[in-house]
Nanobody, 125 residues
């Protein structure tokens, strides 16, 4: 398994931006499909964005499409989630995750094999 550590969360006003980072312990995160999820209190963990290990294909949940951008830097063993036009309903704990490739476009929690500890994002109105 790969160890993942998220950073970059915090407090922001509605309409603002944050960039989350997820650093991986393994040398070759290019071996993994990577994704971002979030979980608000009382809600299930929700898929947000994914990037596959080969090439640069990215895909998004409808709730964040056009506002959030996932990217990866294999040389730095890091993925990012740029979040713009944040809304109060984006408040949640955000997690990055790594998948070994059982699904073509992993979006379910069970598609992923390793998880970070999460970082809190709070958007005030």
């Amino acid at each position: 398994q790969v160890q993942l550590v998220e950073s970059g969360g915090g407090f922001v006003q509605a309409g603002g931006s944050l960039r989350l980072s997820c650093a991986a312990s393994r040398r070759f995160i290019s071996d993994y499909d990577m994704g971002w999820f979030r979980q608000a209190p009382g809600n299930e963990r929700e898929f947000l964005a994914g990037v596959i290990r080969k090439g640069s294909t990215t895909y998004y949940a409808e709730s964040v499409k056009g506002r959030f951008t996932i990217s990866r830097d294999n040389a730095k063993n890091t993925i990012y989630l740029q979040m713009n036009s944040l809304k109060p309903e984006d408040t949640a704990v955000y997690y990055c995750a790594a998948a070994l490739g059982r699904a073509a476009l992993p979006m379910g929690v069970m598609d992923y094999d390793s998880w970070g500890q999460g970082t809190q994002v709070t958007v005030s109105s």
